[in-house]
């Protein structure tokens, strides 16, 4: 038999097997924690703190009925918070759970059926943990969107099964927003999985102490994910180098290299923000400074790239080579991801066997620390690019490796998370302001941490092009704002192809609108051999790649992209206002047609379109040869064409015209006319 009671303001049952608490986390949420042969748990792992005034008053009803069959008597009960409430009631497999908004069910837990299935399911492993499922039967005609980065032109999820696992190019972030009004947070970073099929939806972690979930409600999208990132962080606001240009490529192998790159962009008088030297600038992986070979005055570099009003971001990487300085000392203090069998090698580089710094560990947090500030910071750089961040395992034996938090199957999804806090919180605790980092992998909370997500090491292909817009906008409802791509792609990209020329272009215009403009990849050059770069001792270094900068890819692209660089540069306060919103609520910077028009239901449908802020309407070309594309424009707002002037009743849709100069944009109740006016620069 259930016990039904009330502690506070939180809602307790309990059972001979399990304890479930149910609470408000302020208004119109609910968190429910389950527990089998024990206590519930105090776990943060994404949530922040209750502030004050965060707990509303809230409504427990607790009912006892007698059964019609006998003098048996049943329990039940209801939590309500606002429009949110939970309903639990008596059942052979456990109490069963029904969470409604305004009184109709959204999350229901199935009935007790001859099948005997567990509502909430925990199989006890070795170890003493469990492998939880958990189960919730079908809503008719909902649409899903969220959950984080995953490599697949979907918008809507439903119909999904998603692996809750971090992986290059695919960042878990286990939130889900419903078109029935509400989201949905896996609080739980275990390795698992989604299904969200037809007939039912389940939640599972691999290893876990219990389940932890939370429901937002709300009458629009924009309450529902601000309310989520009001419980996991606000971004910080985005540094104004931010809202520029970003040059890239792999990769500047000397310091020379990188100015010229950062000069010929001055002096032709395109606006650089920013300028990245990438991986392999070490002496060895896990030494974490410059090689001074190749770079011999770090210092003077970052003075005169900032002469130019250019930013230096350079790459970190968490792996650790056997042959770094740093190594041993390292692996005696125990600073390196464990393995549980077999050798502790995590990921393997050609002859060169790497080990991972574990982030999870405050001692190796520190240390690490020290040498990026003694060989970074000191010297004036300020933006890191983390790459690596998922760990990148190799393979990805997620049961064979250890972290000082725990095994990687219960907590291992929240690593790049441990690893952006770490360089945002000693940045600051070193005095920095306007901290933004770029980074390879992400979970819930990572957006507190001033955390740029870009989508990994992609092939350079139209297919994969299209799919970044989906990813992009599912990772801003997944409460990741800051979020881009390598412009081109970053695999295959060769420069004399027109096939892949138009791609870049392409993607590049489409750059002009990401949260944040970024040009990167590993090109090749057909024309020319491979490059070797040698050290002094004839050691071979990876080299450059072929060009990739805006006058890489025939001049008659090169205006094209140049002016929107100026387009992107005109965009700045525009842009800035779009990034402060964020900052204040959470709101994407990317976002959905539904997100600014969830009254109209075609917006709810629409994948390869999109909103920069509240403002802009962004429809990129994503298939070869195109000089044209549909959009649709939202009822209820007078529309302009960003080019020509031209006026558009909404509720209808159009044929943009879209030469290769051209990106159709579509101003809401035209404004921000200028931004698009031919002004040159």
Avoid at 74 to 90: C, F, W
Avoid at 248 to 257: F, I, P, S
Wanted: with cysteine; net charge negative; aromatic share 12%.
């Amino acid at each position: 038999m259930d016990t039904m009671y009330r502690e506070g303001n939180r809602l307790v049952v309990r059972s001979e097997n399990e304890k479930i608490l149910i609470e408000s986390w302020g208004r119109n949420t609910v968190r429910v924690r389950s527990v089998p042969m024990g206590e519930i748990l105090d776990t943060r792992y994404a949530l922040l703190e209750k502030p004050a005034g965060f707990e509303p008053e809230i409504e427990i009803e607790i009912r006892e009925v007698q059964t019609p069959r006998g003098p048996m008597i049943r329990t039940s009960a209801k939590l309500i918070n606002g429009d949110v409430s939970v309903a639990v009631s008596e059942a052979q497999n456990g109490a069963r759970l029904i969470i409604s908004r305004k009184g109709k069910p959204i999350l229901t837990e199935p009935e007790y059926s001859a099948l005997h299935l567990f509502n909430r399911h925990f199989e006890p492993i070795p170890g003493g943990d469990y492998k939880l499922t958990v189960y919730f039967n079908p809503n008719e005609g909902e649409k899903l969107y969220g959950m984080g980065q995953y490599q697949q032109e979907t918008l809507d999820l439903k119909g999904s099964v998603l692996e809750l696992a971090q992986r290059n190019s695919q960042a878990s972030v286990p939130f889900v927003l419903s078109s029935l009004g509400y989201g949905f947070f896996w609080h739980n970073p275990a390795i698992g999985r989604a299904s969200f099929a037809a007939n039912g939806t389940l939640w599972e972690a691999q290893s876990t102490k219990q389940m932890d979930y939370l429901v937002y409600t709300g009458d629009t999208p924009a309450q529902i994910v601000e309310a989520y990132v009001a419980s996991t962080g606000l971004p910080p606001m985005m540094p104004d180098y931010g809202l520029g240009f970003w040059q890239c490529k792999l990769r500047y192998w000397n310091q020379e290299q990188l100015l010229n790159v950062a000069r010929e962009y001055h002096r032709r008088g395109i606006p650089l923000d920013v300028i990245v030297c990438d991986f392999f600038h070490w002496p060895y992986t896990g030494d974490f400074r410059f090689d001074e070979e190749f770079f011999p005055d770090p210092k003077a570099m970052v003075e005169e790239l900032e002469s130019m009003g250019t930013k230096l971001m350079c790459s970190i990487w968490p792996q650790v080579d056997r042959r770094s300085e740093n190594y041993g000392e390292l692996l005696k203090h125990g600073l390196l991801i464990r393995a549980s069998k077999g050798p502790n090698i995590a990921s393997l580089g050609g002859e060169c066997t790497f080990q991972f710094i574990d982030a999870t560990n405050p001692q190796t947090r520190e240390y690490v620390w020290e040498k990026i500030k003694k060989n970074y910071h000191d010297l004036g750089v300020e933006l890191f690019w983390l790459d690596e961040a998922e760990p990148e395992l190799d393979p990805y034996d997620f049961d064979n490796f250890r972290y000082f938090a725990g095994s990687v199957l219960e907590i291992g999804n929240i690593y790049p998370q441990y690893y952006s806090s770490m360089f945002y919180e000693n940045q600051k605790k070193a005095g920095q302001e306007g901290i933004v980092n770029l980074v390879r992998c992400a979970w819930a909370g990572s957006q507190r941490y001033g955390a740029l997500v870009w989508s990994g090491d992609i092939h350079s292909r139209f297919d994969i092009f299209r799919r970044q817009v989906c990813i992009g906008l599912n990772m801003g409802i997944a409460g990741i704002p800051w979020w881009t791509t390598d412009i081109g792609g970053f695999m295959g990209g060769e420069i004399h192809d027109p096939e892949f020329r138009e791609l870049l272009v392409r993607w590049f215009q489409w750059g002009a609108f990401c949260p944040v403009m970024r040009l990167h990849g590993a090109r090749s050059d057909s024309t020319k051999p491979r490059e070797r770069v040698l050290s002094k001792s004839g050691e071979e270094k990876t080299g450059s790649g072929a060009d990739n900068e805006i006058w890489s890819f025939g001049e008659e692209n090169e205006p094209i992209l140049a002016d929107y660089i100026f387009l992107r540069n005109r965009m700045r306060d525009y842009s800035r206002s779009v990034m402060k919103q964020s900052h204040e609520t959470g709101a994407p910077v990317m976002r959905t047609m539904f997100y600014e028009f969830p009254q109209d239901e075609a917006c709810w449908d629409l994948k390869d379109q999109y909103l920069y802020g509240p403002d802009l309407l962004v429809a990129p070309v994503m298939v070869y040869g195109a000089r044209e594309r549909e959009v649709y424009l939202p009822k209820g707002e007078e529309w302009v064409d960003a080019w020509t002037g031209e006026q558009y009743p909404g509720g209808r849709t159009v044929t943009a015209a879209a030469p290769i100069e051209r990106i159709p944009v579509f101003l809401r109740g035209g404004k921000h006319r200028e931004l698009f006016a031919p002004t040159g620069k």
